[in-house]
């Protein structure tokens, strides 16, 4: 069992910044990778970014160069650094430990209750 624990988001104007944070419990010491999704209204649950245990990241097209994931192990924490925003990054966003094998990242089975991110224009 994982616990996860979103915080950070919040309702910003449009070019602002947010810092979201994700801190796990439990058997973590399984936890290959970490990704951060989101989700808005009526649209599917898309990655946004993943950062390996090995410290490798990966992100979608739509966030680079404004987003940054990092993890500080001995917190047990993984961030995600939200530069630049704009509307359409409004959703609810959720950390998953997951793994990440070739190119693709493969989610797991926990999720957390996510954090609202709103960006006004």
């Known amino acids: 069992q994982v616990q996860l624990v979103e915080s950070g988001g919040g309702l910003v104007q449009a070019g602002g910044s947010l810092r979201l944070s994700c801190a796990a419990s439990g058997s973590i010491f399984s936890i290959n990778a970490m990704g951060w999704y989101r989700q808005a209204p009526g649209k599917q649950r898309e990655l946004v970014a993943a950062i390996t245990s090995g410290g490798s990241t990966h992100y979608a097209d739509s966030v680079k160069g404004r987003f940054t994931i990092s993890r500080d192990n001995a917190k047990n924490t993984v961030y995600l650094q939200m530069n630049s925003l704009k509307p359409e990054d409004t959703a609810v966003y959720y950390c998953?430990?997951?793994?990440?094998?070739?190119?693709?990242?493969?989610?797991?089975?926990?999720w957390g209750q996510g954090t609202q991110v709103t960006v006004s224009s």
């Open positions: 998953n430990p997951g793994d990440y094998r070739g190119s693709c990242y493969y989610p797991g089975d926990y």
